[in-house]
């Protein structure tokens, strides 16, 4: 029996904030994934409920120079 690892609500909303800028620019999940130096299919994976993939910190700090902006940029405000 397979365990579903679930992401958490702060994990989609950090997923939710790269894609939107990743869409926001044009750029697909493979430009994506090459710039992050990942697999081509990591970012999709990340993207689906179906797989337990995420971006950790590193991630959010090669995300943060991808898009211009501050690592902050993909958090919330407030506590989810």
């Given amino acids: 029996m397979s365990k579903s690892i679930e992401k958490t609500s ?18 697909s ?10 697999s081509n299919g990591f970012i999709g994976q990340i993207e ?12 959010i700090n090669k995300l943060a120079e991808i898009f211009d902006c501050s690592p902050k ?5 407030e506590v989810l």
């Fill in 73 to 77: 940029d993909f958090l919330p405000n």
């Fill in 48 to 59: 689906s409920p179906k797989f337990p993939a995420k971006y950790n910190l590193n991630h």
């Fill in 10 to 27: 702060i994990e989609l909303y950090v997923i939710s904030r790269v894609k939107d800028m990743r869409e926001a620019k044009g750029m």
């Fill in 29 to 38: 999940q493979s430009e994506l994934a090459t710039m992050l130096n990942t």
